[in-house]
């Protein structure tokens, strides 16, 4: 583990970042701030790549070809080879689109195997996916902990999300790999928290398939594109379930039959958006110069640092994500009866995380935005907003917001 003392804890790019005066944001883990560079680009985008060259665009600007430029973004930060990364509609969709294709995969096969640390979207995602296919599939859901136990010759496909958007739990990728690969299943994991927040070496790990977002450490913006990944040998095995026109070989042929594209390209749908998209290449270029090695150092320095301040001054706040930096993603979790009326005086004061429940209080540590002097007076606004219990005033109790 880090000693946060000794560790580098701020990267040398907050400046690249516009955080809106006096707010400490400690919830990139759910939407990225907004990275300056994307504001003058957009403006180009939309004054002269849309008001001036109009359709041209498509080639003069190549926004057809911005799906997989991002996606070669996307893969530097997650271990992934040049090609292998391909940008385009929600996470959700990619979701639906990897667990599809490694279904047809495993045809003998009948169940998909999860845990209950996951995301719903994708435990949903799965249930209509087998619903919809009626083909006697079981999606089977486990603790985080019993995954590994679970995975036996009867699994087709292991779709976990790496790290747990509660807890900060973190999933060991090589070794579940190794064990779904052992037992013949098609592994899927979702980096929707570890892109951009922990470094990932997915050809290392030799999974099938990868999805993940990139609103949030990756600061694309609300909306942004998600992305999928396939392992470069299996590009041609992987059949598109969302077979739509941006995803043939030759789109502009208008064949009458689909012929998937013969590389990732495949697992383009429709249309881009390239508004959006552009938002988010923008945003990439936050990231040059950056090592994920680097990230990590700092993060785990942060996060260190909060768990010691907040655990000495607010003993009533009890840390649920675990203790070990190695077992931890880039969040941290406690948990208070009071959390969400807690988190709510606490956002009044400037300081941003966020809360789920039913008691959850979730802090988010990105470092190129975020340094130690932010970590420390959040704690103290933290434990100003307990020790004289700011919280319990009825707008904080009222129950409304979404996020
Ligand atoms: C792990 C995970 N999967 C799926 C989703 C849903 O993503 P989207 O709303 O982009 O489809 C999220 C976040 O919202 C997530 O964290
Ligand atoms: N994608 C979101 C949205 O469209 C609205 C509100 C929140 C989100 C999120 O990303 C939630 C997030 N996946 C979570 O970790 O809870």
């Known amino acids: ?36 560079a994307v504001v003058p680009h957009l403006d180009k985008v939309v004054q002269e790549e849309w008001g001036q060259h109009l359709i041209k665009g498509w080639n003069v600007d190549d926004w057809m070809g911005q799906p997989v430029r991002v996606g070669n973004q996307v893969a530097r930060l997650i271990g992934a080879p040049e090609g292998s990364v391909v940008m385009g509609d929600t996470l959700s969709l990619k979701v639906y689109q990897a667990l599809s294709a490694a279904l047809l995969m495993r045809p003998d096969r009948r169940v998909v195997l999860s845990d209950n640390g996951n995301f719903p979207s994708d435990l949903y995602i799965a249930q209509g996916l087998i619903r919809h296919l009626d083909r006697g ?19 087709a496909v292991v779709m976990i999300t790496q790290v747990d958007y509660r807890t900060g739990r973190m999933h060991d990728m090589q070794a ?15 980096l929707a928290h570890s892109a951009g927040a922990v470094p990932v070496d997915l050809a290392g790990s030799g999974c099938e398939f990868a999805v993940g977002c990139t609103y949030k450490y990756l600061n694309g913006g609300p909306g942004a594109p998600a992305f999928i990944y396939i392992r470069s040998d299996l590009v041609g095995q ?21 012929r998937p594209a013969v590389d990732i390209e495949r697992m383009r749908v429709g249309t881009p958006p390239v508004i959006q998209m552009s938002a988010l290449e923008t ?11 680097a990230v990590r150092d700092a993060s785990v320095a942060l996060s260190e640092t909060f768990i010691q301040e907040v655990e000495a001054r607010c003993p009533a706040l009890r840390l649920i994500s675990p203790r070990n930096a190695d077992e931890r993603g880039s969040q941290v979790s406690f948990a208070f009866e009071q959390g969400y009326a807690a988190m709510q005086a606490l956002i009044a004061r400037g300081v941003i995380g966020d809360f789920r429940a039913p008691d959850v209080m979730r802090f988010g540590f990105t470092p190129l935005y975020i340094d130690r002097d932010d970590v420390i007076a959040a704690v103290d606004i933290l434990a100003d907003v307990i020790d004289n219990r700011l919280w319990d005033r009825p707008e904080y109790h009222a129950k409304g917001r979404v996020t």
Not at 239 to 255: E, N, Y
Not at 283 to 293: C, H, V, Y
């Open 1 to 36: 583990m880090s000693d946060p003392v000794t560790q580098p804890v701020t990267l040398p790019v907050k400046d690249r970042f516009h955080l809106p005066e006096g707010v400490i944001y400690l919830d990139g883990n759910s939407l990225g701030p907004l990275p300056r």
């Open 137 to 155: 599939h079981e999606l089977r859901v486990v603790d985080p902990e019993a995954v590994l136990d679970a995975i036996t010759d009867e699994i």
């Open 176 to 190: 579940i790999t190794r064990k779904a690969h052992e037992k013949g299943a098609v592994m899927i994991w979702d």
């Open 238 to 258: 992987a059949q598109p379930a969302l077979s739509g026109w941006m995803g043939h070989d030759a789109p502009f042929a208008f064949d009458l039959d689909y």
């Open 283 to 293: 945003a990439m270029r936050a990231w040059d110069g950056i090592e994920m090695s």
